[in-house]
């Protein structure tokens, strides 16, 4: 593959938009913009979308309010792989995302597709450019028994037209948006992607792509956006693990968790974050919000001093693996 420097967002901390989609529940417009409003106050300068969200309707939101900040003055990406048509007998409704655009998705990983899909991204934005590009879940747990195929078309369809875009310059970087390891670690082999963004995939309760997708990255010099740092929510106090009701494990694990911090003195939600950080492939965490006041307690997490006992104690009691980086 060629040797170059791969674009990045900024970090430690980024903005994930997929609850200002009205993930679960609605929000009204003008919560969505005080929040997007706060993150930038609070120093956010990487902001991430896509079109799912809502459907549409993230993207909406993102570009009502940042197009009115100076363009070079921030990163952007949204997502490839999915197109939005419009259906009005969808009423806004889409997995998870409820009282959304009049619009059903159709998944397209083709080279056309893609820039369809990035032309449409730039319309419902109300924008010229956007900086990175993720092929969005081109994996098992949304394709099921059928993932490699789709995985195939990606690389030969997606993968190949964003690379091309890169090289023309209309867009600074391009990778996978998904929440499983094994494409990432195939996209590598196959390709020349600049990041990833992969979700629940490592933090506190979980961490796959600590021995398997990192060090082929840091090999690589490509990088990681960490979506999910509280895993849907659980770590941070709250009953979904991966989008669903978390199991009686997870949660048992989460109160572990708890109970250790607890002793240190330690709020749960600073240590997922730092920890996600931490790892020197790592770019940004973007953990998502859907009010102003928790984008600037999460801001504030991130840089709450944690004492070292807290995480030598996970590391004793074989809560973290012994190789996982923790903050200095």
């Known amino acids: 593959m060629p040797d170059r420097k791969h674009f990045a967002p900024p970090g430690p901390i980024g903005f994930g938009g997929a609850p200002l989609g009205n993930m679960f529940e609605e929000v009204p417009d003008d919560v969505a913009e005080a929040t997007l409003a706060a993150a930038w106050d609070a120093g956010i300068r990487y902001f991430d979308t896509a079109p799912e969200y809502g459907p549409g ?37 889409h997995g998870p995302f409820v009282k959304g655009l009049p619009f059903r998705v159709d998944y397209d990983y083709t080279a056309d597709g893609v820039r369809r899909s990035i032309e449409d991204s730039l319309q419902r934005l109300g924008m010229a450019r956007i900086d990175i590009a993720y092929i969005h ?26 690379t091309k875009l890169r090289e023309e310059g209309v867009i600074r970087g391009w990778g996978l948006g998904v929440n499983r390891v094994e494409p990432c670690v195939m996209a590598l082999e196959r390709a020349d992607p600049d990041v990833f963004l992969l979700a629940g995939r490592y933090s506190l309760l979980n961490q796959p792509a600590l021995d398997t997708l990192f060090p082929r990255c840091q090999e690589r010099g490509v990088h990681v956006v960490v ?67 928790r984008v600037q307690e999460n801001v504030a997490l991130m840089k709450q001093p944690i004492p070292a006992d807290f995480w030598r104690e996970l590391k004793q009691a074989g809560v973290l693996p012994e190789q996982a980086p923790t903050p200095a």
């Open 57 to 93: 309707i993230s993207e909406h939101r993102f570009g009502h309010v940042l197009r009115n900040r100076p363009r070079d003055d921030f990163v952007l990406s949204t997502k490839v792989g999915r197109l939005l048509r419009a259906d009005a007998s969808k009423g806004g409704q």
């Open 137 to 162: 879940d081109c994996a098992e747990d949304a394709h099921g028994d059928r993932w490699l195929e789709v995985f195939d078309t990606a690389m030969t369809g997606a993968a190949v037209a964003l």
């Open 227 to 293: 979506g999910g740092p509280y895993n849907s929510g659980l770590i941070a106090g709250g009953k979904n693990f991966e989008y669903q009701e978390a199991p009686p494990d997870k949660v048992a694990a989460r109160d572990r968790l708890a109970e250790i911090a607890k002793r240190h003195g330690v709020d749960l939600r600073a240590a997922a974050l730092q920890f996600c950080a931490a790892h020197p492939v790592v770019a940004s965490v973007i953990p998502g919000t859907k009010n102003p006041p």
